[in-house]
Every structure is written in structure tokens, then in C-alpha cells.
């Protein structure tokens, strides 16, 4: 397994950008198709955006469409979650994940390697 830690969660304002990295410790997952999930006070765990791991394919949610990209940098073993115009319901912990496979999907099934998360915060 791929052992994944995020960074860059904060306290934004409302319209505000912040930007998200994964990375494996001590590990590579250049050919891991990546996913980003966050998950509110009281909510299930929902799902943000993913990509193959070129890069060349990707998948939003709805909620996040035209405000979130999910870009990679395989040469630095790291994959992003840009978030911008942000706003208060995008307050959560957001979670990185790694499976073999591209889905294309906004399925949980089938990432089998998790981070510990990290705290967004939006303030209206």
C-alpha cells in the first residue's frame, strides 16, 4: 500500500483560493490514479475530483465544476487539489486517496490508499 499525506488545509474567506498537495512518503505513485474527497461535520464523505495518472483525464463533482482542478506533478510525486471561489459548504476535511485505475467515476470503491485529511475552513 501507499502510505499518503495532505498539507495545505487553512482558514480562507469566502472567494478566497487554496491549494491542496498529496504526497506518498518515501514512496512513488506515478501510475496511481488519484482522487480527492472531503468530508463536513455531520456529512458523509463525499466525493471532489480525480485523475488519471497522466493527468490527461479528469473528473469534478458538480458542487466543485469550474471552481476546483486537480493537477499533477509525477516528476515531483505530487497531485493538487486548487480550489478557488471558495465557499462556506466547502468547509471540510479533504482527503487524498491512490488506486491502480482510472474510474472516471465518483465512487470511493476501489481506492485502497488513504490520508489522514486536512482541515479547510471557509469563512462567510
Known amino acids: 500500500q501507499v502510505q499518503l499525506a495532505e498539507s495545505g488545509g487553512g482558514l480562507v474567506q469566502a472567494g478566497g483560493s487554496l491549494r491542496l498537495s498529496c504526497v506518498p512518503p518515501g514512496r512513488t505513485f506515478s501510475t496511481y490514479a488519484m482522487g480527492w474527497f472531503r468530508q463536513a461535520p455531520g456529512k458523509e464523505r463525499e466525493f471532489v475530483a480525480t485523475t488519471s495518472w497522466r493527468g490527461g483525464r479528469t473528473y469534478y463533482a458538480d458542487s466543485v465544476k469550474g471552481r476546483f482542478t486537480i493537477p499533477r506533478d509525477n516528476a515531483k510525486n505530487t497531485v493538487y487539489l486548487q480550489l478557488n471561489s471558495l465557499r462556506p459548504e466547502d468547509t471540510a476535511v479533504y482527503y487524498c486517496?491512490?488506486?491502480?485505475?482510472?474510474?472516471?467515476?465518483?465512487?470511493?470503491?476501489?481506492?485502497?490508499?488513504w490520508g489522514l485529511g486536512t482541515q479547510v475552513t471557509v469563512s462567510s
Open positions: 486517496a491512490a488506486r491502480p485505475d482510472y474510474s472516471g467515476t465518483d465512487s470511493s470503491v476501489g481506492y485502497d490508499n
